[in-house]
Antibody, heavy 122, light 109 residues
């Protein structure tokens, strides 16, 4: 059974750095064709893709947020960490991690975590 | 403003068929596959279709997906009350070098 779970602070202050951890079970982060992505959703808004790390450590970032994001595999083999700097109240959202199945021309998120709501105070 | 364009809302009565469109461009839908996600109220998104029209196990065959050129569609036949949710399309964008989502369509049954 594949599960993903997000963890991290529920409240951060304006200009602080947010660090979120995605802990996965039932899947290997080194399996070819597999990645883990982060997607967020502001209250009442659409899904917004943030970052993706592949099995081979290749990484991709949303162009609009690239300067503020860093995605890495954690010290534990089953964790992926997202860091977002200079947090702003506009970054208040539910942050999801999800497994990504990737191939040429194809990306889909087939397993999702429950999400974690992060509120940024001014 | 989302890269992929969806109607903000759609509606139908039980038993009806409803279609949700997703419009993109040559750099995303035109050259890559489309996935669809269903988000029930207060829950995480769930993969509904991948590779344009492939259903993961457990997704009823009342749901169908298609793609033509730079557009894609999600169709739901035999509409049920439990289909009331937000639906999102997504695809890889070669120009942006990232995943793009549609703005979402709220389906009311």
């Amino acid at each position: 059974q594949i599960t993903l779970k997000e963890s991290g602070p529920t409240l951060v202050k304006h200009t602080q750095t947010l660090t979120l951890t995605c802990t996965v079970s039932g899947l290997s982060l080194s399996t070819s064709g597999v990645g883990v992505g982060w997607i967020r959703q502001a209250p009442g808004k659409a899904l917004e893709w943030l970052a993706l790390i592949y099995w081979n450590d290749d990484r991709r970032y949303s162009p609009s947020l690239k300067s503020r994001l860093a995605i890495t595999k954690g010290t534990s083999e089953n964790q992926v960490v997202l860091r977002m700097t200079n947090m702003d109240p506009a970054d208040t959202a539910t942050y999801y991690c999800a497994r990504c199945i990737t191939a040429t021309g194809r990306k889909e998120f087939d397993y999702w975590g429950q999400g974690t709501l992060v509120t940024v105070s001014s | 403003q989302s890269v992929l364009t969806q109607p903000p809302s759609a509606s139908g009565t039980p038993g009806q068929r409803v279609t949700i469109s997703c419009s993109g461009s040559s750099s995303n839908i035109g050259s890559n596959t489309v996935s669809w996600y269903q988000q029930l109220p207060g829950t995480a998104p769930k993969l509904l279709f991948y590779n344009n029209n492939k259903r993961p196990s457990g997704v009823p065959d009342r749901f169908s997906g298609s793609k033509s050129g730079t557009s894609a569609s999600l169709a739901i036949s035999g509409l049920q009350s439990e289909d009331e949710a937000d639906y999102y399309c997504a695809a890889w964008d070669d120009s942006l070098n990232g995943v793009v989502f549609g703005g979402g369509t709220k389906l009311t049954v």
